[in-house]
């Protein structure tokens, strides 16, 4: 059991007590931390943990003590604003840019059909935002190109589950992290990307020295230093490393033989794709030594209870899906998952990017109904009341696959809700350019870098200011009560979409309204129908019980009234022909597999294992660009920093980029802590300070993601290639090839110089120069030699968080 004691974190700011407290959950990232908001004069002043809620006993992180000063801040936007003749956003009324939408919208699908129009969404939104974009793209525009940020973040979460298990839904929850022996964590960073759920880990492991912990990742992370075990490889081997360990585990005969021969399928192939993978040739791939290798064999070989967790270390690098697939093939052949302390854990980034999935706002149709399955979508027209064919159908499309359709003309309005992308796509300048092509709203609560490319503006309500629910990373459905209005002029997404279907006139094929709830509530409810019987079926969850137990793990039904722990639990999986999520598609191309190919499979009811080859990243280092950039997030800031900038202590924390070099690499380039560079692809190039140390290997850079003004030239995704997954379409953010320029002045030393002059003259300091120039003492400055001189050098100063200390 996790958290032995209560600790209440709060955040207040309020002159007297406040008003009253009003229950919510955390918006931040996936943990799902409970909280109630702090209301004083109608307005949030702070938060304080749940101390009652299972997942945090009243703690929070650092980003979520801070996200309520977002909605204060004095840059929200107030008022729709629609781009002029003249090519500025000026403000315009909420009929004036809802009836420019509806005209556009209606072009649109006259010219180019439903496909016409995209919306691309969020995974910080609600359940019920989730559905009704489910319902109005497919059943009223008639658009299958519905996608989220979620694809940049864990989309491969998805696919490794539809390709094992048959469907979405970790397999394990929280609570088996609590009682596991072990503990993998492959690319996964929690001490700066989950806080809360790290120190839940750290909190046990100090208490009772379990679980033993072992991290995967190319950098000594903060979560890598508190390991019982670091395996660092190179960048974009993670499944020469996984496929190393399956073939030692096989090997060592440490397999549940009677499990795999009655829950599985694919055994026999699986192992034979491990032929060439001995131990010696994976620590050659993965530059681990190979008595590591076996000994972290020898560990997942034998351990009664694993967790394994991943996140974007596995999910946005090459061979993501494959990765994680055979994380899923670890567990299967030991039997380690559907019971007390097992399973695979494959995370989400987002608060709520695992309901954008459930409820169908992405690719596939609500509660896991297969796009490609006409039974699936026969019985969706039948709940929504439409006519079948007017629903599409087929595979999915990414974000990225869209931007190629946008450039390829096929696409011509892009409804962009609560995203940033022209921060976090990959290439950024690519997007950039294909979105100047077509008409884009952007809904949001701030001018964000992407209304650079709008042509409608709608302001929208934030956290505190709405009411709904949230999936967290285990399945946890919260709930998030409305604490106050939102400032006059600004809807809730909610809203927004339901004036939108008005004014389109969308009907069903009785000629009544499409959307016919007016509340989130309402909708839920509608929701839980479309759920019942399927692997999220939450036909078991109301609003009071979700807030009575403080969260609900699905499925929640008559047969489990109080949730569900843990997935797979009778060893029978989603793959029953007319059940499944999907009929799976190639391990290697990611080509879809037809009905009858599914069918050879001969699963009905049991896994997939499947053979997992090893690609190395498109992008390598080479002559002109010989070093990896990757990206990641930082303790101190969220995505794309449009609420957590806003915070006072946040933004201190962490105000600017910054790129990360290993101590050998600045010192056979000859730079200095601090200095500012110019790092740069094949795309583009950003000029940051470096931080100089031994978290990252020799030949990588490491830059977060968070910072992209279009003013600073900072932005990590100006950097990263847009290559993408086989079976996710997730871009491949960790493996780019770039170099690195110092940027100097040089000065030639004349006779009447000194250090002390010259340090004047350029704005820099004696001890500069004498570092960047290799000088040991003031005086060993020379007449007639060029001294360089950075053009600038700032402190990068970064605070750890460490309350598991």
Known sequence: MAWETERTDINVYSQGEVDKWVYSTCNICSVGCGCHIAVKDKKIVGIKGNSKHPINRGRLGPKGENQWHANNSPDRLLTPMVRDAFGQLVPASWDEAMELIVKKARETIKDKGGNGIAIYSTGQGFLEDYYTI????????????????????????????????????????????????????????PAETGTVLFERIMERKQRTGKPYIIVVDPRKTATARMADMHLQLYPGTNVALLNGLQRLIIEEGRLDEQFIKNNTVGFEKMAEALSEWDVEHTSEVTGIPAGLIKEAAEILGNTETLVTTTLQGTYQS??????????NNIHLIRGLIGKPGCGPLH???????????????VGTYPAN?????????????????????DLPVGPEKGIEEQIDMIENGEISFFWNIGTNPMVSLPNRARARKALEKVFVVVQDPFLTETAVVADVVLPAAL????????????????????????????????EILLDFAKRMDFRDKDGNPLI??????????????VSKGRPSDMTGITYEKLEK?????????????EGTTRLYSDGRFATETNYTQSFMKDQFTGRPLSKEEFEELNLNGRAMLHPTRYLPPVEQPNKEYPLWVTTGRLVWHWHTRTKTARSPYLQAAAPNGYAEINTADALELGLIEGEKVRIISARGEIEVPVRIGESVQKGLIFVPFHFGSWHKKEAANDLTADFTDPLSKQPTFKQSACRIEKLRKTHLVGEKDTLGTIAEQFGTSIETLQKVNGLVSPYDLQMGIKLEIPLSVTNVPLPEYLPYK
């Open 463 to 494: 956290w505190g200011e709405k009411e709904g629910t949230m999936e967290n990373a285990d399945r946890t459905i919260n709930l998030l009560r409305k604490a106050v209005d939102p400032p006059e002029g600004v809807k809730s997404d909610f």
């Open 347 to 361: 995370m989400a980034g987002q608060p709520s990017s695992s309901a954008n999935r459930t409820a169908g706002g």
């Open 549 to 561: 137990y403080n969260g609900l793990r699905w499925p929640v039904n008559d047969q489990a009234p």
């Open 369 to 389: 109904r297969n796009p490609n399955n006409p039974d699936h979508i026969r019985e969706m027209a039948e709940l929504w009341n439409v006519d079948e064919k």
């Open 318 to 327: 090459a061979d993501a899906t494959t990765a994680c697939v055979a994380i």
């Open 516 to 529: 016919q709830y007016s509340t989130p509530e309402e909708c839920f409810e509608e929701w839980k129908k």
């Open 134 to 189: 489910a319902k109005i793209g497919r059943a009223g525009i008639g658009t299958h190109l519905l996608d989220a940020n979620t694809r940049l973040c864990t989309a491969t979460t998805e696919f490794c589950l539809l390709q094992s298990f048959g469907a979405d839904g970790v397999p394990a929850s929280f609570d088996d992290i609590d009682e596991a022996d072990t503990l993998l964590m492959f690319g996964h960073n």
